[in-house]
């Protein structure tokens, strides 16, 4: 389709373009990008449609590097289908998802099934990560070449820590090897078995507590093994401030790591678990409020290279329980953009900048693994590919859980929960030049 968006705002993260400016995509390209009403090319282009984009920004589509899809083993909690029309009713263009599906993404076949089906869906692009070892059990390496091939940008134990570092030693080496991220979590596997983050809140409710330790630990080792094997490895879903400052001395020291924060430890912290409601039972645990501050400068200053989602569906019977037994997780591809733009706006940061974490700075951490995407992925250039989202900065809306797209209606944002008001709603995301959503009205 020949597609022409007219009188929108561009903003481009990678590039620093802000202006007004029409866009032209074919064959699922940009063949053009220009102020309005300055002749050439576009004036005259040929569109099978065309969008008034007036009031809008139109930017790259969103890149989330920690999606749940919940396919294939885990339907009663989300169906492909659903999680990725909740990805594109979020602007998310393309999107990471970990190997802990039933059965785990061990063996290229899944891979490339799992590939086949998302392609089918044309809704969004899926990379996924395959398993660092077999089953996720931490005992025997998984092939990382034939997965590679097989189309998985990284790999990972998900939420699974290896508990023998002789084996995570080994797994680094070989990642080493062939060029590969290993994208770890860091959490002690002994002191990681709370429900709550430790402290006074934990205390209060009589809720076993997950310490600051259990993480700072686990980084600790991650850094040394980096150090030995220089192997690239992405940080997972930071969450302390202690934390924080491990990554930013590795950085400092000029170690391959990258991280990521969850968009709930952005927000939250464990004061709203108020009278033990379960939607915000989410992994890893909501902190204090020094350590969401130390989490929202770090992705200000560039310490966290990217804003995830976390998003993990969770089904009604296993989030009505109590606190303590209740499933962890939430949805959260369709509040991304949102909450990057409620941060943005908070640390008073230019729209481009916020923009950036979930845009052209994911895609850093991809790198090479993109293929042919590396180039224009997470940008808007000509000649670059048509991954779009466009959306309207003057309306806030409120998140009603039986108005999500995805399967999974618990998320700690929605009214019932913290009330919060959320900026920008989506209107329209292209992928592949293509509409894969569109908001009425």
Request: charged residues 20%; hydrophobic residues 45%; negative net charge.
């Amino acid at each position: 389709m020949r597609l022409v968006i007219r009188n929108g705002r561009v903003v481009d993260p990678a590039s620093g373009r802000d202006e007004p400016a029409d866009v032209a995509i074919a064959a699922d390209r940009i063949v053009g990008i220009q102020p309005p009403g300055t002749g050439g090319r576009l004036a005259d282009f040929d569109a099978d449609r065309t969008i008034d984009a007036a009031g809008l920004v139109v930017m790259p589509g969103l890149v989330d590097l920690a999606a749940r899809l919940r396919e294939p083993g885990h339907e009663h909690e989300g169906m492909l289908d659903s999680e990725l029309a909740a990805a594109a009713a979020g602007g998310v263009t393309s999107l990471v998802c970990p190997p802990d599906t039933d059965p785990v993404l061990d063996e290229p076949g899944l891979v490339e099934m799992l590939k086949f089906r998302a392609r089918k869906a044309s809704r969004c692009r899926v990379f996924p990560l395959g398993a660092l070892t077999r089953g996720l059990e931490g005992a025997v390496l998984t092939e990382m070449a034939e997965l590679t091939a097989a189309g998985c940008v990284g790999f990972s134990q998900a939420d699974v820590a290896v508990r023998d570092t002789n084996v995570l030693l080994r797994a680094l080496q070989y990642a080493s090897t062939f060029g590969c991220t290993v994208w770890l979590r860091p959490q002690d596997p002994w002191l990681g078995g709370g429900v709550a983050a430790s402290g006074a809140v934990a205390t209060r409710l009589g809720l076993s507590g997950v310490p600051v330790a259990a993480e700072t630990i686990a980084l600790h080792q991650i850094v040394e093994l980096v150090r030995v094997t220089r192997a690239r490895v992405h940080i997972a879903r930071l969450s302390s401030a202690a934390g924080v400052a491990l990554v930013r001395a590795a950085k400092a020291e000029g170690l391959p790591v990258s991280a990521d924060v969850s968009i709930n430890s952005l927000h939250l912290t464990d004061v709203d678990i108020g009278f033990f409601n379960a939607d915000m039972r989410v992994t890893p645990p909501l902190r204090q409020g020094a350590d969401r501050d130390a989490l929202r400068t770090a992705l200000a200053d560039g310490t966290i290279d990217a804003l995830v989602s976390d998003h993990n569906p969770v089904a009604e019977d296993m989030k009505n329980l109590p606190f303590g037994e209740a499933e962890p997780g939430a949805t959260g591809l369709e509040l991304l953009l949102s909450l990057a733009l409620r941060w943005g706006r908070d640390s008073g940061l230019p729209l481009a900048a916020a923009l950036a974490r979930v845009t052209s700075a994911p895609v850093r951490v991809l790198g090479e693994a993109l293929g042919s995407l590396a180039g224009s992925a997470g940008r808007l250039v000509e000649g670059g590919v048509a991954d779009l989202c466009l959306f309207d900065p003057q309306v806030e809306w409120r998140c009603e859980p039986q108005g999500l797209r995805s399967q999974g209606k618990h998320t700690p944002f929605s009214f019932a929960g913290t009330g919060m008001a959320l900026p920008g709603r989506v209107r329209f995301t292209l992928v592949a030049g293509t509409v894969a959503h569109e908001l009425a009205g």
